[in-house]
């Protein structure tokens, strides 16, 4: 018997995976949706379309830990900083897709396909933290490459998407766009969810920047994949981007290995990878684009690598394209996929089917 409470279940993340577990590999007897005061009692079952049926949505306080044995957490950090301790406290599973418990030592961070073993046990804490999503698409790619010739130096920039802010940052990009298309002489939108306009434009900087210049969101990159990847001295460096997209992340990545390596070997050993699926020249553009490569469903749990080539000054070094659908591999299937993990070592929920 499991049930699970979705806290944020009217955001993108959480409206993703309220449909999620209605595919889920593992039993999942009752879905709980929570959102704040606004959205009580709405019927997301019928209004997102879902095959399952849900209860009405409730709040936080009149959620009872007692009736859940995990909570998927996608309402920012700052709900998560507030509730998620007490969840655990109450002995409920608390899964948590913000960034407020990702640097602490007893709390995993856990990308199944890279360290799922550290779900082995059920944390103390009671608590996972879901990863960053720009950082889940990029660890996905790069923990093969370090097994085939070790990781020396990675350097990237991200093409980061509107929905990576929210149902807000999905409006305000879609308003601005249709009023710049309406009258492109206007002045630009005053800056909202991302800090600068976003439509027809590019944002060098996601988050505050501290002394040394970094964003917020480059210094999670980093702190995140060194982590997961278990490589605590690796150098790694980041430029993250938003960009008017409105689903999908992608990331040109340069990775120096410490072994020179082929194209083809790079392509194969990727392919080889759980959920990985690489573009090669001559079978379409070659390359995947968020438009074409996170549609279907079957695409949107992929981490999709393009342009797969081996600098000609440098045989260790190769440049990669990487896109993977933010909402799903960057945070609602990464959460789900934690719990069917959990599921499979047998301390949660009492079967031993994996998602
Ligand atoms: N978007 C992404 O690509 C992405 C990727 C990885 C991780 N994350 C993380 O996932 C979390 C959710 O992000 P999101 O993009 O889905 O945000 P979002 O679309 O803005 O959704 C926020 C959710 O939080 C709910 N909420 C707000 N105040 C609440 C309260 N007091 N009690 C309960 N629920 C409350 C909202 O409910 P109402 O509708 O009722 O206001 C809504 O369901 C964040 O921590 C984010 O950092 C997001």
Known sequence: M???????????????????????????????????????????????????????????????????????????????RQAAERLAGAGVLVVDNSSAFRGRPDVPLVVPQVNG?????????????????????????LHPLHALAGLDRVVLATYQAASGGGVRGLAELAEASAAFLADPGRPPEEPGRFGQPLAFNLIPEIGPADVSGFSHEERKLVAESRRILGLP?????ATAVRV????????????????????AAVEDVLAAAPGLRVHRRGGGPGYPMPRTACVRPEDRALVHVG???????????????????????????????????????????GTSAAA
């Open 2 to 80: 499991m049930r699970i409470a979705v806290i944020g279940a009217t955001g993108v993340v959480g409206r993703e995976c309220l449909a999620l577990l209605g595919d889920a590999a593992f039993p999942v007897d009752r879905v709980v949706p929570v959102a704040s005061p606004r959205s009580a009692g709405r019927d997301l079952a019928a209004e997102f379309g879902l095959s399952r049926a849900l209860d009405p949505v409730t709040t936080l306080d009149r959620l009872d830990p007692g009736e859940v044995d995990v909570a998927i957490l996608c309402a920012g950090a700052e709900l998560s």
């Open 117 to 141: 073993q550290v779900l082995r046990q059920r944390p103390p804490s009671g608590l996972v933290a879901n990863p960053n999503c720009s950082t889940i698409q990029l660890v996905r790619a």
């Open 233 to 237: 001295l690796l150098p790694l460096t």
């Open 244 to 263: 008017p997209v409105f689903h999908c992340h992608s990331e040109a990545v340069h990775v120096t290995l410490r072994e020179p390596v082929t194209a």
């Open 307 to 349: 342009r797969v080539r081996v600098d000609p000054d440098d045989p260790r070094a190769v440049w990669l394209w990487i896109v993977a659908d933010n909402l799903w591999v960057g945070a609602a299937l990464n959460a789900v996929q934690a719990v069917g993990l959990a599921v499979g070592y047998g301390w949660l929920g």
